[in-house]
């Protein structure tokens, strides 16, 4: 209650009353505070502390000064104490009820002050006691199920109570669990740790330290009822059963001290179900099992009247356990704390009960009793011992005086017998007492017990239970507890089921389980939807993923079929109107959340008591048929009836999520599918309230994936979509305590009651507190709870392997660590278990998870457990082994050799023994503490593993992801193989995507360095550089090896770092790894093959030219000796020349020069002997044979036309003529295919070569024939002949042979000495007039060296430059990201643009198309122009300045006009490459001013500039593409294309990432038609798709297995390195069979077919679905 303030009266008076609370739990009167002022001074008076017994004072001192205060205490008018003080505060303890207190001031002159009033209370007991459990803040707003659950840091250390606020989560903790010692709560004191000193300094001044620290003490009574006080019902509900269950007693009525009112616990103890044997079944073993508060047993009652000697609570333990066993059901003042004063648990009466277990040596009483203990003096709780003598068979009366208390006793109006009982201490008086009682109740002599001094415990004890035992036996007085609210109610005492909320609950609860006679016959009418019906839509489900009865029908065919089918069951569905009962229950789970929660209590409790009884006696003759397995029919026929039997909430839930899913099929504006659109969130609701929800509907074997997807959807939506989630499973064998576990560690709820037993899983949500999220990394943990697998001999019964090993491997792929719950004792049923096991865990780490593991034996109590089974262990691991290589061999992944390939287990750490449940024999028996403790350390355990694991959590839709992907892959025959899932995708294009930037960075880098170590060859031996080529050479070999192990190194380090990563779920695709590391380490030879290459090609060319060079700068030299010669000779005529003159003179001096210098003409060298060289060296290897076939044929004659492959023999050409004819791709057509593309990219890359206009090189035909080799070596699958491989090649080395002939020629041409020299002949002319004419060279001159050197260079580099651009930008572009982004985008392309001819170019010139497609994206992207050129200006500037540092450089330098244009070009060395030969023509007659001559240059080079960006903006970007270096288009498709295989059956291109992966895989297959195929015998186009083949029992023939059939399940016997998973949805191939749709006909003419036979499915596809199914496939959001 809160502390009232102080009020101020002026007033004479002083006397105001309220109440204040007593130790005995009554209210005392009020505590009143006169204090007297003089009359001009008012007092202000504040009260500083109030205690329940105290109040600490203070006032302000009155002007004139006190001489003292006088406080006095006064009781009834009399003075009890006058206290005298000379401050202005005082604190007065040991307060009274009804005590008035006075305060006046004393003044110097002997008088005293008028009265200034105020009026306080003391704190009542339970306000204080609150405040010191710091539960007051849940005394209005009450503890909730989730609070108490979640875990925190309290839960997961062994931290003692530091403090009594600690005490009540100490107790909730442990309780929790199920912890026997859960009462036992006391802080840890420093007095304690005192007695522990390491130093043994024990002795202590101070005595009374301790007692003083244990006054402290709060007494566990008071912890249990303030807890009670402080929780809802639910949580009041779960103390109750969880007390129950460690046999401690519970409270009946509850008190508060606080209003003097008491409260019948009846909905707290609803559901303690208590199974018993008595006498009456011991012959039949039969026994009783029901719901306490319904069970009518007799109650004794135990009371006090005044005080007793004798421990009522001792006597009463004592009376309940047997000589085996004793147990402290009551607590007394013995016990921890037990002597502790109880402060507001006085009139708190507990109750127990005791049940038989039908053996006479151990049962205590033969038939079941109630025992009821009300703390406190009866005069006190009249009330509560009214309603004892009202409900009990017999209330025993302890006392030990009854002088002056017989009035309570004859003031009652008794049904129950009243026994005595007294202790030898009693007085005379109370003998008379006693007489004087028994003769008014007419009492005899036996109801009477008195314990002589004599007489010891156990005697007494004895004489006790046969008084019980007499009562229980003859009394007729039985009642239930439910009964028991109507007396509550006569007596003014409250009953917990009072509330609005829980008896409109209880109505709607009660309304639908009334109308449940015949739990079948109920099902079937009242839940229709969840029977027959849905069994059925499971069965075709699972016939789609696992086609058995397709026979010889085109499986698309069938599958449209199934889906028809099923979509008529929906209809089904839809036809029935939602019945009677299930609207009453969607209408009560829509009420409010407190009223729904109650609702689905009373729903559960009222369903269990339904099907209690016949369940009972069901799951034990299964146990005891199970134990002899001849029993089949019989434990077939109990497994079906316990099914039918069976009814709780998951069949009113899983009904709703059948009537959801169903509606989902309905248009989206029908009313009805509208209506029903709030369902998912009402259970994602009650999944956040701590409600356990149906994953797997265990009776159909199956997850309604729409509904319990959208549940998810709608708790992300409830919660943070960031809130991460961590995920325990347990799985085991069928009754083996999982449920149990799972409820002793989480302190849930999971039914483990006998008539339920788990079937399907259950998840459920547990918060976690903000202090452990951090070491967790996450929000919630979802606990999932399994019906138990059957052993080999039970699932031959009802085909539940099939079930058990979907089961097993959903929810081990759920999970972050699963809990294996084992029984030693029975290695044949733990063998069968854990071989399913195995399975699930090796699937889970072929797809990319590797959950961790603990195995769990229970019931091994032997504390040396752990040592004696090492040797268990051992044996256990072994078997694990050997399960693991028995299904790495089914599985067909025989790499996994031992079982911790598979997953993260310890044989030391991972193995946990846990004892026994009970402590003794049930049903008194108490939950072994030794269970509740090694469950804890399990849990601790478990804890610590998830918080170290370097995986991440997944948020709520990663999980649903998840689910929805595992589910699908269980479905299908083959887990491995068929498992996709958007995360894995996700992870995987992440990496893709990483991995490409990457490998861009790295092979844009080399380009660089390249293009500038050309530059730097192409400059060698100029003013720029000056060098020996073979130093030269290998300086940049070294140079670029370090280069290039650079880069390696780092994409290295980048993939390493990568998978350090704990975000982004990198874990999943850690199987790819390896792929990816030699994938860079390929890239690395690669680039090391292609920069040698250009390097030395450059390098070559380069040396070549320098005797070119050397002649022609001879010749240039010549040339101007003879005009400065000419010039010298006209000067000295001494007369005027005209132009025509000065031309005359230099023609003249041009032809002699002509005729006197030799021109050394060069022969071009033979490249055709050359190629032919290099094609020798490449085929040689092969083989004599092939050497054969080559001398056979000269190249000259090879490469003319078209090379077409024909076969010899008359039956091969007759059978190809027929494929032909029927369109039919044989062995033939695939060879002829694969010659015309190789021969397309070959032609491309001479092509390459040749506008480059360089000299030809050994590489060129080195890297042409590498490329064929590698196409070759790419299609391995099309079986080649050395004759085909040797005429290919012959074919593409003439032609290109020819061509580089050509190009060398070109080349020869263009260098000879001679035409170079002629070409420059008028610029002489013009030189040779200026210098005659003494005119300034250096505008004209200036201007020469930038047109004919700058632009001409700074065009160039530009071209170099601009394409690494280009790529770069188009890379921004998602499309460009990964190979799936450029599937994604041109089949979207496709769709939008919806033309044939594309589709079929796409089809079967993939590289021609995607090649086009690219190009295309780039002149779109760059038509406009604007960004281009931004490039080009970049670069222009850059070349700008660098020439106008080199100018700024070389004037700085001293020498003449040579040495300062050679300083320009060293300069730019390194950036540009400067035409020598403009070069030597420019230097010629050049008598230009240096300085002047620099000037203009600038000027010059700003014009050029201008000019050069006028030149790019006007020309287009096919003309730019053109005249580039490093070709974009080729780049991209180079980088994007990957490896470039097709599916061998629909010829879907592969989208592996890397270079070097071992797998070929595809998003999207296609129906087989649009690859050719048709049946032989309409020659209709096949509509069947590969991705469901391969699950089929349909056979293939093809080139590949030589026409033979072959089973299309085993098709990776001949396709090994293609991976085909079938649909990850069955909508997952719309888009395809739309194009086929759609396209059928024109395909069927193209392909020379009859048009397929469109399965009905197809036709309702839509364009939009198509795009749909497309982002589907791509995992695309």
Known sequence: MAESEPTMENSDSADKEEFNDVPNGNQSKATSLSVTTEPSAVLQISVDEISSESLSLSWDTPAGGVKSYIVTCCSEGNIVQELVTDTNNLTLSNLMPGETLQVSAQLPNGGTSKLAVTSVRTKPHLEMLLKDLGLEQH?????????????????????????????PWYFLKKLMMVNVTARNVKCTSVCESDFDDPAGNTESDDDDSCD??????????????????????????????????????????????????????????RDIVKKYRPQSLSESKGFTEERIVLSELPMISFVRLGECSLSKSEILNKLLSNSQQYHDTFIHHDMECGDSPKKISN?????????????????????????????????????????????SAAVFVFFDNLDSECEILTNQHHKAQIFLVGNHQSTPSSKDARKKLATKFGLNKSNVLFKAKHMNGADFVKDLRKKISNVVENSKMKMTIEQMADIAHELGILVDEDSSECQDAKKNADAITAEIHDTLKYKEDQLPLQGQIWKELTRLEKEEFRPRNVGSQDIEKYKSDLQEKKKELREKQNSYDISKGMTCFIKAVSSPRIERCYFLKWMRMNLDNVSREKLSGLREQYKEKCKNSENKEDIKDIDRQLSNSSLGTEHFFREMGQIYEA?????????????????????????????????????????????????LSQLNGLVSSKSKILVVTVLGVQSTGKSTLLNTMFGVQFAVSSGRCT??????????????????????????????????????????????????????????????????????????????????FLRMKEVGKKPKCQLVHQNVSDVSAHEKNLRDRKLLLEQLNEMTQAAAKMEKKEENKSFTDVMEYSPDTGNWYIPGLWNGNPPMAPVNAGYSEAVYELKKNIIQILGSCASSANNISEFTEWMKSLWTAVKHENFIFSFRNSLVADAYTRLCTEYNKWEWEFKKNMYRWVTNAETRISNFGTFAVKSEMSDMRKHLKKEASTELSKWETKILNNLTQYFKQTEGHVYLVEAYRADFVNSAKSLRREMENSVFNQLAAAADIRQGMAELDRIKEN????????????????REKKCEMTGEELDEEFDRMWEEMVKEIHFSKQKPSNIIVMVQHHLWDNVAHKGSHACQLLSQKSLKDCGVGHLKYTVEGLYKQFKHVLCWVFNIEDHVMALQKLSDSIIMTCSQLVTEKIERKNNCHDTYIQEILHTIDEKLQNNQEIKTEIEFEVSLKQHICGFAARKFQKMHEDFIQVNDPYRCLDRNKEKFRADF?????????????????????????VEDFVNRSLGLDIIDEMLTSKQFSTRMDLQYSILLDLLSKCDFENYRSYIHSYEQYVKKWILDQIVERFSKGSTTFEFEDQHIKSTINSINDAINKAKGKSGDFKTFVEGICQELGDKLVISQDALHAFMTLNDADQEQFADWLTECVKVMAEGLREKFKETNIQMKLKNLHVKPQSVLFTKLIGCGKQCPFCKAPCEAGGNNHTEHWTSLHRPEGLGRYRWKSSTELVTDICSSLVISDNSFSCSATNGEWHPYKKYREIFED??????????????????MKKFNTKFAEAYKAKPADIPASWKAITSKQAEASLKESFHIQ
């Open 759 to 840: 079937r399907g899983a259950f998840m459920l949500l547990i918060r976690i507190d903000e202090d452990v999220k951090k070491e967790l990394n996450c929000d919630f943990m979802v606990i999932i709870d399994t019906e138990g697998l059957k052993s080999a001999e039970l699932a031959q019964l009802d085909n539940s392997h099939e079930h058990d090993n979907e089961l097993a491997t959903l929810v081990v792929g759920l999970s972050d660590i699963t809990i294996i719950n084992i029984a030693m004792e029975n290695s044949t049923e733990m063998k069968d278990i854990l071989q399913i096991v195995v399975h699930a």
């Open 1618 to 1635: 293609w991976s085909i998973a079938p649909d990850v949805s069955l909508q997952a191939s719309d888009y395809w069979k739309y194009v």
């Open 1329 to 1353: 007039k200026d210098v005659f004419q003494e005119r300034d060279q250096c505008q004209k001159k200036a201007k020469e060296f930038t047109e004919l050197c700058l632009r001409p260079a």
């Open 663 to 711: 509606s989902l099929c309905l248009p989206e504006t029908d009313p009805s599918r509208q209506q029903l659109q709030h369902l998912p969130k009402l259970c994602a609701e009650l999944l956040l309230d701590g409600f356990p929800v149906e994953l797997v509907d265990g009776d159909a074997s199956n997850i309604p994936l729409r509904w319990v997807s959208d549940v």
């Open 347 to 391: 009139g708190l009466a507990e109750i127990t009960w005791y049940l038989p277990c039908g053996t006479k040596n151990m049962d205590v009483f033969s038939e079941p009793v109630a025992i009821a203990n009300l703390h406190g003096d009866i005069a006190s709780f009249e009330t509560q011992f009214s309603f004892l003598c009202e409900t």
């Open 1115 to 1130: 010749h240039t030299n010549d040339l101007e000796g003879r005009v400065r010669a000419l010039i010298d000779k006209c």
């Open 212 to 269: 003083s620290q244990h006054s402290d003490d709060i007494n566990p009574l008071d912890i249990i009822t303030a807890l009670f006080l402080c929780s809802d019902g639910f949580v009041q509900q779960e103390i109750a059963l969880k007390m129950s269950m460690c046999q401690f007693s519970v409270p009946l009525l509850l008190p508060n001290c606080d209003t003097e009112q008491c409260t019948l616990m009846l909905w707290a103890m």
């Open 139 to 167: 005394y209005k707003e009450k503890l909730s199920l989730s609070t108490v659950l979640q875990i925190d840091q309290k839960t997961i250390t062994d931290e003692p109570a530091r403090c009594n606020s600690d005490l």
